[in-house]
């Protein structure tokens, strides 16, 4: 189709080079933005604008789209999101891994959720999506937003805690909660199937939750029951949910934990391309990092220790009965996590998030439990039994070589699996995963400029077009007349990551420029003030 260039523009961005989203090769020349779309494309010297930027040779890509992140924790008391915008982020999925913030309550069911917002001086103020999405709306928002219905919330609202199966009046009450939320403009189903209570949930209830999301045109999109030793069986299990309800699946933060499965994912990338050979969407995304993030709990306890609260979890290890069984089923299965010999377990296990004892953030189990004259083990069971919060843990279990396999995939979006924030945040003293600032710049400093593992063009097509058409966002994700005007202008010798394990609060570098819906919402290292982000929602 072609269009007429025209004569004025409200912003005009000059003597760039387009890297477009579609994985073409870049190619110089002109953005012309008028409200809050794409308007011309190319050489558009003789047009005149309200506002003109020289970019002086730096790339302008789409806004790029973080397709896993847990931003909806934090939305709604930090609606700048600044940690996203320094990454180039202009649109954010949130809803993953079984948790959505929209379906909370203000009920104990979900008080580790009002924990996390109390911290920050927040509180749920809402008890749906339509009631979340508002709240949003009246503050305002700087990057897109984007949600999935949380198998796990759901199962919260309708069953609590409970590590049952669901009744059939349960799941009934669960496929209408599903419902509600895909008609609020929800984009699919998340599940978290490593954290209780999701993990108590069997195929035939995530068969029937996707049975819903189908009729109205979604996604499955899941954080799998087990990414180390039982990976393929895990990975099997998303494909038959997948096809028995006949709906696009989506593998979440695609990994092999644990050096003992390294190289699994050449197996689980060979079961992609068979489902997709046979005509099934399955897609997946990642993080470019060698270290995962998640509950210390689950990375040590069976899964039915962690059943209930962590106060029902830590009255378990208390007890001397549960703790023996505990204890003998976790060496029965990793007979090495009694050792503190290098090169074991817990000197890749870093404490990141422990409110009760600060003072052991950034610091390994093994340098712990050595300082204590602890075996490791004992170690972080008498931790967890102690523990009245949320306890994170950092591991460091993940190879290098399986990134750069699931990377090349031409399947693979990045998502960040993080939560928006700034540098001045109240928890900005823990040692959370750096890919909350990171993930989108290192992989242009990495995988980029360092390894040569993809193109600066591939990137950003993983970044952008791909995710976009992942989630129907026809009008985003691409440089385009007609397109809405999220765009980033960055530096391709200077992007990159600069916050690490050590020290995780830092902003990337080499992003100049992100336009939101054709505002400006990052510029000269900082978020502005202009909370141009919309709510998007799924339309069948």
């Known amino acids: 189709m072609s269009h007429t260039t025209p004569q004025h523009v409200d912003t005009l961005l000059k003597n760039g080079v387009l890297v477009d989203g579609t994985g073409r090769p870049a190619y110089r020349g002109d953005i012309g933005v008028t409200g809050d779309k794409i308007v011309a494309l190319g050489d558009l010297t003789h047009v005149t604008s309200s506002v003109e930027r020289d970019v002086n040779g730096h790339h302008i890509a789409p806004g790029f789209i973080d397709i896993h992140t847990h931003s909806d924790i934090s939305i709604t008391y930090d609606p700048l999101q600044s940690s996203a915008l320094a990454m180039g982020v202009t649109t954010q999925v949130t809803g993953n891994c079984g948790l959505s913030m929209g379906l909370v309550q203000n009920s104990d069911v979900f008080d580790m959720e009002r924990r996390w917002l109390a911290l920050h001086g927040a ?13 949003i709306s009246d503050t305002g928002i700087a990057t897109n937003y984007l949600t999935l219905v949380g198998h796990g919330s759901v199962r919260k609202r309708v069953m609590g805690l409970s590590p049952n199966l669901p009744t059939r009046s349960e799941l009934a ?19 978290g199937l490593e954290y209780p209570p999701a993990s108590f949930a069997n195929e035939d209830e995530l068969v029937a939750l996707c049975n819903t999301v189908a009729e109205y045109g979604g996604l499955y999109a899941t954080h799998l029951r087990n990414e180390g030793d039982t990976l393929i069986e895990a990975v099997q299990e998303a494909l038959n949910i997948s096809e028995r309800a006949s709906l696009p699946l989506q593998l979440s933060h695609h990994k092999a934990e644990g050096q003992a499965n390294w190289g699994k994912v ?20 990642q993080y470019p990092y060698t270290a995962f993030m998640t509950a210390l709990a689950v990375q040590t306890l069976p899964a039915w220790a962690n059943a209930g609260s962590v106060q029902e979890v830590a009255k378990r290890l208390q007890d001397p009965q549960a703790r023996a069984k505990i204890t003998a089923e976790i060496r029965a299965k990793n007979p090495s996590w009694d050792s ?6 817990w000197h890749n296990v870093q404490i990141g998030i422990c409110r009760g004892k600060p003072e052991y953030e950034g610091k390994t189990v093994a340098v712990l439990a050595a300082a204590a004259g602890s075996n490791p083990l004992d170690f972080v069971l008498d931790l967890l039994a102690q523990a009245h919060d949320f306890i994170a843990a950092v591991n460091f279990a993940i190879g290098e070589e399986d990134i750069a396999r699931v990377l090349q995939h031409p399947f693979t979006s990045i998502g960040s699996d993080g939560v928006g924030t700034n540098i001045n945040t109240a928890t900005n003293t823990e040692k959370i995963h750096p890919r909350t600032y990171g993930t989108f710049p290192r992989v242009f400093a990495r995988y980029v400029r360092e390894l040569g593992i993809l193109t600066e063009e591939q990137a950003v097509h993983k970044m952008t077009l791909l995710p976009a058409n992942r989630l129907g966002l026809h009008d985003r994700g691409r440089l385009a007349v007609g397109a809405y005007a999220d765009i980033v202008v960055y530096d391709p010798n200077t992007i990159g990551d600069t916050a690490t394990f050590d020290n995780p609060h830092r902003y990337a570098q080499g992003i100049h420029l992100a336009l939101v819906n054709g505002r400006t919402a990052w510029e000269n290292g900082q978020a502005t003030q202009n909370r141009s982000g919309a709510i998007l929602r799924h339309r069948p």
């Open 266 to 285: 050449t197996q689980t990338l060979q079961m992609i391309d068979a489902a997709r050979a046979k005509g099934r969407d399955v897609q997946l995304d």
């Open 340 to 345: 503190l010999e290098p090169g074991t377990h």
């Open 173 to 191: 009450q669960m496929q209408a909660e599903v419902a509600k939320g895909m008609e609020s403009g929800a984009f699919g189903l998340s599940s």
């Open 123 to 135: 509180r749920i103020r809402w008890s749906n999506f339509e009631e979340h999405f508002r709240q």
